[in-house]
């Protein structure tokens, strides 16, 4: 049995950064990936290659090379498109492996040939996280568009933002053609629905996030933690917990299996959001303390204080040239319950991820991704 996970305490000495999608180079983090990639046949950064070796890919490769040398956020996206040893780009796509591979075939898959399973996962499974890693990465590109309006001559020149902004635009656009190419080989309608559904949840939640950030810059009232969990869901949750699911349905794995797959992506999801929403509060000091006013840390607070006292300790955090001082707000939002609350939210999802998992065999994969919740919760 897996062993509850306890969030009552955050120590002042020894926090360190683990989290789902982008690593702090943490040791014991490489280790949970190396092992889990061994269990599902290959690193899972290797997983788009047949992607990134078209001819396609090659002509836009060409094309974003001019902006090498410019400041435009396409370039950082592109180095770490296969890897990059600071950020797993692709763990969605190892979680929906490990998953099909801790289910193991069903009963119910007489038509589906055991044989041609590798490592104990269906070809068609294997085609699924590659199409996952592909959405995802279609809207990390896409959300490298850089805002014209706020442009400034710091930022470079006018052209090479332009130009960026066509390149991402094309690129993610292509990588998403890409993926619903690859969702309609996979020939099963169901599956075909629960990812279409997931890319409007993405839409759906990136709109928000656009909303949220207006509304931030211009200081005005917040959202509160269920229409937090909401947003954080569809932009952030979504696409994972429902690859999850359609992986069981690919396997013809009963409505059960197909509803804790889905649960474990979902509350892994969340736990990984909160997890990054909390690095400014329990990283060491050091370095620029900036974070979102959308953050579940600072979202617990404003509702602990009130709008009031909120208001107050912005105004009190405004420099002479009427800036925010962060550090000034980050030492407000400490001094609460904001971060310990968030924590244990944190936790909660944590415990809600394994408590799905358990209803697969023991097996290495699900211990490997007993291990992926686990790390989540880990500061």
């Known amino acids: 049995m897996f062993s509850r996970l306890s969030c009552r305490t955050l120590s002042s000495r020894g926090q360190r950064t683990l989290s789902l ?33 078209s001819d396609e890919l090659s002509n836009v490769a060409m094309h974003v090379r001019k ?69 995802h990465t279609a809207f990390l590109v896409h959300r490298g568009i850089v805002n014209l309006k706020e442009w400034t001559v710091s930022d470079g020149p006018l052209k090479d933002m332009q130009f960026g902004n066509k390149m991402a635009v094309l690129s993610g656009d292509f990588l998403l053609a890409n993926a619903c190419t690859g969702l309609a080989q996979l ?8 990812i279409s559904s997931a890319i409007g949840d993405i839409v759906q939640g990136l709109y928000y996030e656009n909303s949220n950030n207006v509304e931030e810059n211009s200081l005005t009232d917040g959202i509160d933690m ?56 329990v990283k060491s000091m050091g370095e620029p303390a900036t974070f979102s006013f959308s953050a579940a840390p600072v979202v617990f607070h404003r509702k602990i204080v009130g709008e009031e006292t909120w208001q107050q300790q912005l105004q009190q955090a405004k420099t002479m040239r009427n800036q925010l001082d962060y550090s000034k707000l980050l030492a407000a939002v400490k001094s609460e319950k904001g971060v310990s609350s968030a924590v244990d939210l944190c936790c909660y999802h944590g415990n809600k991820a394994l408590e799905a998992i358990q209803a697969f065999p023991s097996s290495e994969a699900r211990s490997a991704l007993e291990n992926i919740a686990s790390a989540i919760t880990k500061f």
């Open 21 to 53: 999608f982008s690593s702090s180079g943490s040791s014991n983090w490489t280790k949970v990936v190396s092992d889990a990639e061994k269990i599902v046949g290959y690193p899972t950064s290797f997983m788009s290659l047949r992607c990134l070796l």
């Open 187 to 194: 020939d099963n309608t169901k599956v075909v629905e629960m």
């Open 226 to 281: 269920a229409a937090w969990e909401e947003q954080a869901f569809l932009s952030h949750g979504a696409l994972l917990a429902k690859s999850c699911q359609a992986a069981m349905e690919l396997a013809k794995h009963n409505e059960k299996s197909q509803r804790m797959a889905y649960m474990y992506g979902k509350h892994l999801s969340l736990g990984h959001k909160l997890n990054y929403d909390l690095q400014p509060f």
């Open 67 to 135: 902006l090498v040398g410019t400041q435009h956020p396409l370039l950082n996206t592109a180095r770490g498109f296969v890897y990059d040893s600071k950020n797993n780009l692709q763990m969605r796509g190892l979680v929906v492996l490990l998953l099909s591979k801790a289910a193991g075939p069903s009963h119910a898959a007489s038509d589906l040939l055991t044989q041609d399973m590798v490592s104990g996962i269906y070809p068609s499974q294997r085609n699924l996280a590659e199409i996952t890693e592909l959405i």
